[in-house]
């Protein structure tokens, strides 16, 4: 086979005009620019309508950014020392006349500009004692104007201070991207998209919107750019992350668990303290399909606070063990998972199953008996922190991993979990109580299946959310104060951000001595639990507050997850303008667990940012998690949602998975089409396609290792 020639835009962007080994290494150093397609591949971010003059009797103070035409009617050197600037005059078609002004450059503009001659004016409107005037303003010579026969509207690039002092500033750069598209031609950049979905999606060509995103001539011709680069994009996107799926299914053979046993049966038929809800089920028969089919389940959970999602956990895991296999279950906490570990070891009580637990506090004679019983297969199910996927951990018949609070663990450490057991992968299933928006599932789990409990337990009041400011503290305190009377207890929230550790502590501290003085003893008895206790110590504090011997708890965010008190009713969070919205969402749900009607009072500052008001009006407006997820990524947009960073899924060039959902929805549909007719991309007219995917893909590592 012949070697694939090397294309120009593989080429180092030291091959460019104006383009020296300084400016390269520059590009490379500030943006990650190495290679001609890497530049070509770097979208502007916005910008600048050079398509409409301004009359310059028009121009108002505000007017902003402007362009006007003229003949330069004046110029002259005014002022002397550090007061000395060049002085112009532009007449436009009206006889309107505008003052242009610049105190840098003065001699060398002095020489260039020329008057009487025709020029467009581009710079921000300034007004000095009512007079309107542009310092500095871009000038061009009509009759050179070269830039107008191929773009009207100026393209603004992400830069730095550093690029812009070397001479890639706005200016510099478009100078650069003309250089690019004086090098290569349409042949450089094939279509990949398959004619049929071009003309179905009436979508633009590749080269001729990427040659439009840089240099529009209008606007009409950008939006197709656009709307076409968009759907690329999201389109390339979905259909690898179908592909890996579907892949996944074909290849990666897993366990068969093909019975339901008696250990399942006497717990369901026995043991169950409830009637499970009807998501439950549902979950679970699609569990169970997945579990029996011998492919590798990787499955994301999905539900509320509260919705239930450990029992489905626990009676995976029972499946698993009746099968003959190991189970564990991964927690991001001590606590959260000691509180697993306890309420499944009750659970299961008389069914003859093993249940141990391991974190880091389990130490010397203790870890290494638990490790000898894990290793020779008596310990059926494991349920711990981190410290499961530690390499000196051997499970012999690991079938089954669950990881609760998905949003903790990072790729790598799930990757790791993979590593576990032989001759498959145990089959995974990761729990996520922070609902994650359709939007971002499709982008970031792309490739897992979901499922999703939409349902809570009976009997559940939707917890009552106010909203206070400081001032209002003891109001807080009454109502606080009324719940203790009827013997229901409170947690008191302080943020805690590790940047500022020292000083979140002294605010908890100050807390905890405000709440003693309110709260005197012996009537009331408060716990303090926060991330700088020994975990032997936050944990009596914890049990302490479960077993209600103590009736407040004022704690740090290490109580978000998890921990559950059906009989605390209140939560307070105090500055709650500092805490994220997917935490105040999992605050809330700490409360609401019984009976009773409970409460969640937001606290904040009387001063707020725009965002911090939004983040407090969504709460106590909605307890839907689906809801308050979409509000968060709206807020923050998408690179900032939890645990999706180190996904790299998310680095887009053009499309943005919040704004462009309609784009997105549709581009998963026809993926999903494509990908059901042929999967591998072999038909004729799928051929470009498939190489395109290869080709793109290879690049970005760990694409396999996403769950
Ligand atoms: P999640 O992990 O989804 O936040 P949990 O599994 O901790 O929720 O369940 C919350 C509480 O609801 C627990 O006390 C649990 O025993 C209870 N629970 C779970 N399923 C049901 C059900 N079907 N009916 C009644 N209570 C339930
Ligand atoms: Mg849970």
């Known amino acids: 086979m012949m070697p694939a020639a090397v294309s120009v835009l593989d080429q180092s962007v030291a091959y460019l005009k104006g383009v020296g080994p300084a400016k390269a290494e520059l590009l490379a150093k500030e943006l990650a620019i190495f290679s001609i397609g890497d530049l070509l591949y770097h979208y502007p971010f916005r910008y600048v309508d050079r398509t409409q003059f301004h009359r310059i009797s028009d121009l108002m103070p505000d007017s902003g950014q402007v362009q006007v035409k003229g003949t330069l009617r004046h110029l002259s050197v005014k002022g002397d020392g550090r007061k000395k600037r060049l002085v112009?005059?532009?007449?436009?078609?009206?006889?309107?006349?505008?003052?242009?002004?610049?105190?840098?450059?003065?001699?060398?503009?002095?020489?260039?500009?020329?008057?009487?001659?025709?020029?467009?004016?581009?710079?921000?409107?300034?007004?000095?004692?009512?007079?309107?005037?542009?310092s500095h303003p871009d000038?061009?010579?009509?009759?050179?104007?070269?830039?107008?026969?191929?773009?009207?509207?100026?393209?603004?690039?992400?830069?730095?201070?550093?690029?812009?002092?070397?001479?890639?500033?706005?200016?510099?750069?478009?100078?650069?991207?003309?250089?690019?598209?004086?090098?290569?031609?349409?042949?450089?950049l094939p279509e990949m998209l398959p004619d049929y979905i071009l003309q179905k999606m009436k979508l633009a060509g590749h080269a001729a919107s990427v040659r439009a995103i840089h240099l529009p001539r209008n606007q009409a011709?950008?939006?197709?750019?656009?709307?076409?680069?968009?759907?690329?994009?999201?389109?390339?996107?979905?259909?690898?992350?179908?592909?890996?799926?579907?892949?996944?299914?074909?290849?990666?053979?897993?366990?068969a668990f093909e019975k339901i046993g008696p250990i399942f049966n006497r717990f369901y038929e026995e043991k169950i303290p409830f009637e499970l809800t009807g998501a439950q089920k549902r979950v679970l028969r699609e569990i169970r399909r997945d579990l029996g089919l011998g492919v590798q389940m990787n499955r994301l959970l999905q539900g509320d606070v509260g919705s239930g999602k450990t029992m489905v956990g626990l009676m995976s895991m029972l499946m698993a063990i009746d099968n003959g296999y190991q189970a564990c279950m991964m927690a991001p906490t001590e606590i959260l998972a000691y509180q697993h570990f306890e309420s499944i070891?009750?659970?299961?009580?008389?069914?003859?199953?093993?249940?141990?637990?391991?974190?880091?506090?389990?130490?010397?004679?203790?870890?290494?008996?638990?490790?000898?019983?894990?290793?020779?297969?008596?310990?059926?199910?494991?349920?711990?922190?981190?410290?499961?996927?530690?390499?000196?951990?051997?499970?012999?018949?690991?079938?089954?991993?669950?990881?609760?609070?998905?949003?903790r663990f990072g790729v790598k450490q799930r990757a790791k979990l993979w590593k576990k057991s032989e001759p498959f992968p145990p089959h995974v299933l990761v729990m996520t109580a922070t609902p994650i928006p359709r939007t971002l599932a499709m982008t970031t789990y792309g490739d897992l299946d979901v499922s999703v409990i939409d349902e809570l337990p009976p009997g559940r009041k939707p917890v009552t959310t106010v909203h206070f400011t400081e001032h209002r503290r003891e109001r807080v305190f009454g109502m606080i104060r009324e719940?203790?009377?009827?013997?229901?207890?409170?947690?008191?929230?302080?943020?805690?951000?590790?940047?500022?550790?020292?000083?979140?502590?002294?605010?908890?501290?100050?807390?905890?001595?405000e709440m003693l003085h309110k709260f005197p003893q012996p009537e009331h008895?408060?716990?303090?639990?926060?991330?700088?206790?020994?975990?032997?110590?936050?944990?009596?504090?914890?049990?302490?507050?479960?077993?209600?011997?103590?009736?407040?708890?004022?704690?740090?965010?290490?109580?978000?997850?998890?921990?559950?008190?059906p009989n605390a009713t209140v939560m307070v969070i105090v500055h709650t303008e500092r805490f994220g919205l997917s935490q105040l969402h999992q605050l809330r749900g700490r409360v609401g667990r019984g009976a009773d009607q409970s409460f969640c009072i937001l606290l904040s500052s009387v001063k707020l940012s725009a965002d911090g008001r939004q983040r407090i009006k969504t709460m106590v407006d909605t307890t839907d998690g689906f809801k308050i997820a979409e509000a968060d990524l709206r807020l923050r947009g998408p690179g900032m949602i939890d645990g999706t960073q180190q996904s790299g899924l998310l680095q887009m060039k053009i499309a943005d998975v919040v704004k462009d959902?309609?784009?997105?929805?549709?581009?998963?549909?026809?993926?999903?089409?494509?990908?059901?007719?042929?999967?591998?991309?072999?038909?004729?007219h799928h051929q470009i396609l498939g190489a395109h995917l290869r080709k793109h893909f290879q690049a970005i590592k760990g694409w396999g290792l996403i769950s």
């Not at 001479?167 to 650069?176: N, S, T």
Request: aromatic fraction near 8%; charged fraction near 30%.
């Open 88 to 134: 112009g005059r532009l007449r436009d078609e009206d006889g309107a006349a505008l003052e242009l002004v610049w105190f840098t450059g003065v001699t060398y503009l002095e020489k260039v500009l020329n008057v009487g001659v025709e020029y467009v004016a581009f710079g921000k409107i300034q007004e000095f004692g009512g007079r309107l005037s542009i």
């Open 139 to 188: 000038m061009e010579d009509v009759s050179k104007r070269e830039l107008s026969v191929q773009s009207s509207f100026d393209p603004v690039y992400a830069s730095t201070e550093k690029l812009n002092r070397k001479g890639l500033d706005a200016k510099g750069r478009r100078k650069l991207i003309k250089a690019v598209f004086e090098k290569i031609s349409a042949r450089d």
């Open 221 to 255: 011709e950008l939006n197709a750019a656009r709307k076409r680069l968009k759907f690329e994009e999201l389109f390339l996107l979905q259909l690898r992350l179908l592909q890996l799926k579907v892949g996944r299914k074909g290849n990666v053979k897993g366990f």
């Open 345 to 407: 070891t009750e659970y299961v009580e008389g069914l003859g199953v093993n249940v141990e637990f391991l974190s880091g506090s389990v130490k010397g004679k203790a870890r290494r008996q638990l490790l000898e019983r894990l290793a020779a297969g008596e310990i059926q199910i494991l349920i711990g922190t981190h410290a499961l996927i530690e390499p000196w951990v051997e499970f012999p018949k690991l079938g089954l991993v669950i990881i609760d609070e998905q949003h």
């Open 483 to 513: 719940e203790l009377a009827k013997g229901r207890q409170a947690y008191v929230v302080y943020p805690l951000i590790e940047e500022n550790e020292e000083l979140d502590l002294l605010a908890l501290e100050q807390g905890y001595e």
């Open 525 to 565: 008895q408060i716990s303090i639990v926060h991330g700088k206790m020994k975990p032997a110590d936050k944990d009596f504090e914890m049990q302490r507050f479960k077993r209600g011997e103590t009736n407040i708890m004022v704690a740090t965010t290490v109580i978000e997850v998890g921990v559950n008190v």
């Open 661 to 684: 959902q309609e784009i997105l929805r549709v581009a998963r549909e026809i993926a999903t089409r494509v990908i059901e007719d042929d999967p591998q991309l072999q038909k004729p």
